[in-house]
């Protein structure tokens, strides 16, 4: 598993953990140090997730689509959300032509329903 992004990386540490890994393999899987693994097992979330992915991995038959499942949704679950964008300030300069101005005011409007369509009013 390739453990690129902060949430994929706790993914690889709770597979590790939940698969009854030590916490120096857990830390290895993941990319990180024995010591994040442990912080992260003492973070609620992240202690949540681990629970319900061990109880997805003990049951028998194993049933590795379901252990997948788990994974991705817990994978989901501890990604942050990302901050919204700041607002870009916009200046028109004084003095600008009646064109620049309309081009300004076509920028500002395309802009804005860029960003409606994305979710970000």
Known sequence: MTAATPARRRAAALLALASDKTVGQAAT???VTAPTVVR???EPAFAQELTALREVVDRRPLDGDAVMAQLAEAEARLTPARPAARPRPLTLPSGASP???RQ???Q???TGLAAVKRGRT
């Open 40 to 42: 992260w097992r003492q």
């Open 108 to 110: 500002v409007i395309e």
């Open 99 to 101: 064109r620049r101005r």
């Open 29 to 31: 899987a993941a990319g």
């Open 104 to 106: 300004f005011l076509d």
